[in-house]
């Protein structure tokens, strides 16, 4: 209690130093002056008494010290003091302090951007409760684990009931369909769901009620729960929504509920605006009832008491139960699980931490040159050093203030770091793909403040520690002096040229990590997607499944809707197909078989991607036809069905065949088993990201396969928006409720395809730019310290009779030398880190050569530059002036 | 005013607090002068009160809670600052004088000792 009261007390007088002075200045006068008059009475002359008095109070100021140190408390104050000689430094040397603080600024900002990716992508928990207990259910071929399906309904129903590890299961789908009536029609992003998955993601509805079990039970009446924005947008936030009822795909919904905005699943994914049960689903309804359709994605909660392993061994016994049930649709499948968190991050992960890793990198390349800096700094402090030691202060005492004044340079660059990175963040906002920003809002907030500070604390440290301590190890008397032996000197120009090599090195790995992702991202922006995107703009048409419920409709719709296209001036060159290039993801997975050949063993099946098209669809894409045919007109459903096969599928499946005149047999549910013959072969295309190989195709005609909408391709001269006029005046001629959707310019689809690559490997290169730069700026240091601690001996070299450019070479030489140092450390640990990335690189291996001898060319002109600038200076010192110095 | 005789000898780590409270207890509020003069006479001259430990104890004293003080006049008119015992150094007083009593005791015992006590 004493001890906190005197706590609190010497804090108070921290902030109350001046006045606590004059008390004690006041009290000492008192006190000599009563003694004084006391001497006085006791006889003495006035100046004795006076004398005698001062005696006998003794030294006023150890007094003035030890009051001091009980007024207050001197560990604080001293950090004061050095905070506030440190400031003085700093200001003295503006030159160096913005360097450093620019250098730091760089190497924390780039960390605190990273991080504040990081932080919302990895690090902030989902915004469902107990988000670790969600997983995945996938139907995967046991031949082919990583082929991942969906479940069909039967599947899904089994495993709901039988099994014991989840809680819950519910089952998902996405479908757009059309709302129409108050107001214009539109597309609605619609979730189909089983009722269960509201309560096992812990979605409290803003009104009414979420889905209950009742509502997903086939021939229920038809209820919808809408998101808040499109309560808000689309029925201007009416208090009286929730029972109402609305027109999807020409159906009337009952309004249930309303969500907030904010809900959404998976994270990650696009806005929805409606939740429907999958039954009502006029697409998935009528397939829940066919065994072995997949129709839906699968999420369950593990009860708390079971884990990940257990839940994968009940699955698995339990798709095995499935396998001997259902032979004919499920044998040779399993059950595999993927929990939700890898699920939506996985493929970031690697990426992030590659980042990262690199920024940290970065970092350290900072640190390395600042304490450079800070070294020779403390060298021509030696004297200053040395006269502070000499009058008394211990070695501690003075790497304490030498480590005060790195902590406010650190402290410095991280505040202008922090500018840094808001500024980056913000700047990011546009490159970031839209997947990454959706599963969480990037920002710099709490978390990555604090992230900054630590990491601007533990840099001050790490640049400032081994500058002090060398400054305060170096030999008292020499540096007093200023001349002779200058052993500290020595060991400082050591140390420079070990954190120079450093740094080079950590360069070095950059360099090599962001050439990589250079190289690899030409790559793909060059390669060829097999069609020609210039010009080339989409759009998605789909028809309302209750009206246009006939495949004959949507043929005549189709039909209709070319011919009034091609009537339009500028809008000739335009076809149909679905779904286009850069719509799929993942693997083809498309069943097939060949006529003729023997049959495939069980669990092995060949798959291609499918896409219906018109038959001007090759001529608007501009994908070359290699043999055979393209469709024509004649390609009718009462005429033989044909089908049009890409390179790939031709070689892969027809190896030293002919496939032409061949027959497949494949397709869509009503029309599954057709054979279709082969009557031509087309150029392969890039048909899911410009950074994936093409995978087999097959194409078939929309006459004979028609799908209930389409997505129109214009190839046209004519400006983006006058196409999109044109393509909607001729769709809402045929029927004005049918809206227009999804209109983009194919070269914004191509390059929404890479955007991920494109955002790595601009921040990857971004940073090994920073560092080369601080590489650069490193060897410049280094070499120009070292031509003028040499000045003298260049004067006497020269006496002799050196020419300029042999003095040139000596000091370029050392420069080089360190320069080759760190590319060979480098080059050696760039081989064992790059091979992290391989996941990250397309079309280069890790150990490309190209990119290594680059980045060594590269590095050698740099570090030549940065020391020929210093070194060209000593070309012209006077020999007398050089002898004369020091 | 005493001369600096050999025998005189500096006031004992922690124990001029302990004077210090006691004597404010007695006397009343006191200048800083007037404590280490009185502090001196009452121990007949043996003792001298260093200063560069008397200022800062009185500020510690003071940061306790065990004395208060304020600016007033000395008995001729100087201005000096006065030193007044509060309630809290009063308790403090008395508990530290019982331990020194104790410790008093216990000393003096220990110098009693003689060995055949101990069989």
Not at chain 1, 439 to 467: K, M, R, W
């Amino acid at each position: 209690m004493r001890t906190l009261r005197r706590f609190f007390s010497r804090f108070w007088n921290l902030t109350m130093l001046r006045h606590d002075d004059e008390r004690l200045h006041e009290e000492i006068a008192g006190h000599i002056a009563l003694q004084t008059e006391e001497n006085l009475r006791a006889g003495l002359q006035p100046a004795e008494a006076r004398r005698q008095a001062l005696l006998k109070f003794g030294g006023v100021e150890s007094v003035k010290e030890s009051y001091r140190a009980a007024r207050s408390l001197p560990g604080i104050e001293a950090l004061f003091e050095d905070l506030r000689f440190a400031v003085r430094m700093l200001r003295k040397a503006p030159g160096f302090t913005a360097v450093a603080v620019l250098t730091l600024a760089l190497g924390i900002g780039a960390n605190t951007a990273i991080f504040s990716i990081v932080d919302a992508v990895l690090v902030r928990p989902f915004s469902y409760p107990h988000a670790n207990q969600l997983v995945l259910l996938f139907d995967a071929p046991l031949k082919q684990p990583e082929a991942l399906t969906a479940f069909s309904y039967r599947d899904f129903k089994a495993l709901r009931e039988q099994n014991h590890a989840f809680s819950e299961i519910a089952g998902n789908a996405f479908h757009d369909l059309t709302l129409s009536g108050a107001g214009e029609a539109s597309v609605v992003n619609t979730a189909d769901v089983t009722p269960g998955i509201f309560s096992m993601l812990g979605v409290k509805p803003l009104e009414g009620r979420t889905l209950v079990s009742e509502d997903g039970k086939r021939g229920a009446a038809p209820v919808a729960v809408v998101s808040e924005s499109l309560w808000r947008s689309r029925f201007g936030a009416n208090p009286n929504l929730v029972g109402k009822s609305i027109t999807l795909d020409m159906r009337s919904f009952r309004i249930v509920g309303i969500l907030p905005a904010s809900f959404r699943y998976p994270d990650g994914a696009a806005h929805q605006d409606v939740w429907i049960p999958i039954a009502q689903d006029p697409l998935f309804g009528p397939l829940l009832s066919r065994p072995g359709v997949p129709v839906m994605g699968v999420i369950g909660r593990l009860k708390s008491d079971v884990s990940l392993a257990q839940a994968r061994t009940e699955v698995r016994t339990l798709s095995a139960r499935f396998a001997k049930e259902f032979p004919a649709q499920d044998k040779g499948l399993t059950i595999r699980l993927l929990p939700y968190h890898q699920f939506v991050v996985g493929n970031l992960k690697p990426a992030l931490l590659i980042l990262l890793g690199a920024v940290g990198l970065v970092l350290l390349i900072a640190c390395a040159n600042v304490s450079n800096l800070l070294l020779s700094r403390a060298i021509s402090r030696g004297r200053e050093i040395a006269l502070r030691r000499a009058l008394g202060a211990s070695h501690g005492r003075i790497v304490r203030q030498l480590l005060t004044e790195s902590a406010l340079l650190g402290l410095l660059g991280g505040s202008a770091g922090v500018l840094l990175a808001v500024w980056g963040v913000w700047s990011l906002q546009s490159l970031l793909p839209a997947d990454l920003t959706r599963i969480g809002a990037i920002h710099v907030g709490a978390p990555v403040l604090v992230f900054a500070l630590v990491l601007s604390l533990s840099a001050s440290l790490t640049f400032g520690l081994a500058p002090a301590l060398l400054a305060t190890a170096s030999n008292l008397q020499a540096n007093i002096q200023e001349d002779g032996p200058h052993a500290g000197r020595r060991r400082g120009q050591l140390m420079r040229s070990f954190l120079t090599v450093a740094e080079i090195s950590l360069a070095v790995v950059l360099l090599i990590g962001g050439g990589l992702l250079l190289r690899s991202f030409a790559v793909v922006t060059s390669v060829n997607p097999g069609f020609d995107p210039r010009n080339l703009i989409r759009a998605e048409v789909s028809l309302p499944q209750f009206q246009y419920s006939k495949p004959q409709q949507w043929v005549s719709f189709a039909n209709e809707l070319l011919a009034r296209l091609h009537a339009q001036p500028g809008l000739q060159d335009s076809a149909l197909g679905a779904p286009l290039p850069m719509d799929r993801q993942g693997e083809a997975s498309f069943p097939f078989t060949i006529a003729g050949n023997p049959p495939l063993p069980p669990g092995k099946t060949h798959a291609a991607d499918y896409a219906t098209v018109s038959p001007e669809y090759f001529h608007v894409m501009r994908i070359p036809l290699l043999r055979g045919r393209f469709f024509t007109q004649e390609d009718l459903s009462s005429n033989p069905n044909v089908a049009i096969i890409s390179e790939t599928l031709a070689e892969r499946y027809f190896p030293n065949q002919d496939p032409l005149g061949r027959q497949m047999r494949f397709g869509f549910p009503p029309n599954g088993n057709v054979l279709r013959e082969i009557v031509g072969i087309v150029g392969d295309v890039r048909d899911t990201a410009l950074s994936q190989k093409p995978g087999p195709i097959m194409y078939v005609p929309f006459a004979q396969a028609p799908l209930y909408g389409a997505e129109v391709v214009v190839r046209s001269s004519l400006s983006a928006s006058s196409v999109a006029a044109g393509i909607r005046q001729a769709v809402q001629s045929i029927d004005k409720n049918l809206p227009v959707t999804d209109i983009e310019r194919f070269p914004d689809a191509l390059d929404a395809s890479i955007s991920r690559q494109r955002l790595w490997t601009s921040l990857l290169d971004a940073f090994s730019a920073i560092a080369l730069i601080l590489a650069g700026v490193g060897i410049f240091g280094v070499v120009s310290y070292a031509a003028s601690q040499r000045t003298r001996e260049i004067g006497i070299r020269m006496a002799l009779g050196a020419q300029p450019r042999d003095v040139l070479r000596l000091i370029l030489t050392q420069g080089a030398k360190l320069a080759l140092l760190g590319l060979g450390f480098g080059i050696v640990a760039a081989l064992a880190l790059t091979r992290l990335m391989t996941s990250m690189l397309y079309g280069v291996s890790s150990a490309d050569p190209v990119t290594f001898a680059s980045v060594a060319i590269l590095l050698v002109a740099v570090a030549m530059l940065a020391g020929y600038i210093p070194a060209r200076r000593t070309m012209g010192i006077d020999p007398m002036i050089a002898l004369r110095y020091e | 005013m005493a001369e600096r005789g050999s025998h005189k000898q500096d006031v004992q780590q922690g124990t001029l607090g302990l004077m210090i409270l006691k004597t404010l207890d007695v006397l009343g509020p006191l200048h800083g002068y007037g404590i280490a003069r009185r502090i001196e006479q009452i121990s007949h001259d043996v003792l001298a009160v260093n200063q560069g430990t008397l200022y800062p104890l009185l500020l510690k004293l003071e940061q306790e809670g065990a004395i208060s003080s304020e600016w007033g006049a000395s008995e001729n008119n100087r201005r000096a600052r006065f030193y007044r015992l509060t309630r809290r150094g009063h308790r403090m007083l008395e508990s530290e004088a019982r331990d020194w009593k104790q410790t008093e005791a216990i000393i003096a015992r220990f110098l009693q000792l003689k060995s055949e006590d101990l069989r």
